[in-house]
């Protein structure tokens, strides 16, 4: 079964500082897809950024990238220079290619709430 | 533009109350999916469409049932409602490439008392 992992429930971060926020999955599948969201205090889901297994690059979007260690299956996210409108509820998301009749199913984890401060 | 769209925004009821929940996308998408949040448990599939007339249940089904009669809508509909549905609740819809992401509506907030 897959699982995603985000252990920080909470995390502050300095404006024009960089963040990293933790993922972790697990997945016995070879082929897979690791996604970020960001969901503002107004509630809608944001895509940010998007890694797939056989990816030889870490994926990079503007401020953020991800650092893909696909041995640790971890997929952090860094968020460099940081913005107060940086604040927000971050998931960590990972579809699964290998399910049938699964189609496009993200399995989430529990999300960490960031905090970016003057 | 290209958009996901999910009415009501807000829903208030009380137990046992028949409602639906719209969903409609315009990006021609052939998957479909229902999520709902809650806190500390991130979002869960409750069900979801890999073309029309074809659904299927997602993790956490119970209570709720769909059509997709047409590509572009995805009704969520709760039979007899209940105190443990209230929840944040989000279509999304994508394509059927393994790489396209998944683009969400804004969110339905349904409180049932």
């Known amino acids: 079964a897959q699982k995603i992992t985000q252990t920080q429930p909470g995390m502050f971060v300095q404006e024009k500082e960089a963040v990293t926020l933790d993922c972790t999955y697990d997945?016995?599948?070879?082929?897979?897809?690791l996604f970020w969201y960001k969901q503002p205090s107004s509630g809608e889901m944001i895509f940010l950024i998007y890694?797939?297994?056989?990816?030889?690059q870490n994926a990079t979007e503007g401020r953020y990238s991800l650092n893909f260690q696909k041995a640790r299956k971890s997929a952090n996210l860094v968020i460099s220079a940081s913005q107060l409108g940086d604040s927000a509820m971050y998931f960590c998301?990972?579809?699964?290619?290998?399910?049938?009749?699964?189609?496009?199913?993200?399995?989430f984890g529990t999300g960490t709430q960031l905090k970016v401060e003057l | 533009e290209a958009q996901v769209t999910q009415n009501p925004r807000y829903l208030i009821t009380v137990t046992g109350k028949k409602l639906t929940v719209t969903c409609s996308q315009n990006?021609?998408?052939?998957?479909m999916s229902w999520y709902r949040q809650d806190p500390g448990l991130g979002l869960r599939q409750i069900y979801y469409?890999?073309?029309?007339?074809?659904?299927d249940k997602g993790d956490v089904p119970e209570g709720y049932k769909v059509s997709r009669k047409e590509k572009r809508n995805f009704p969520l509909i709760l039979e007899s409602p209940s105190p443990n549905q209230t929840s944040l609740y989000f279509c999304a819809s994508s394509s059927d490439r393994d790489t396209d992401t998944q683009y969400f509506g804004p969110g339905t907030r349904l409180t049932v008392l």
């Open positions: 469409s890999m073309n029309v007339e074809v659904t």
């Open positions: 990006m021609n998408h052939e998957y």
């Open positions: 997945t016995s599948d070879p082929s897979y897809g």
């Open positions: 890694q797939g297994s056989y990816d030889q």
């Open positions: 998301a990972m579809r699964d290619w290998a399910l049938t009749g699964g189609g496009n199913k993200l399995t």
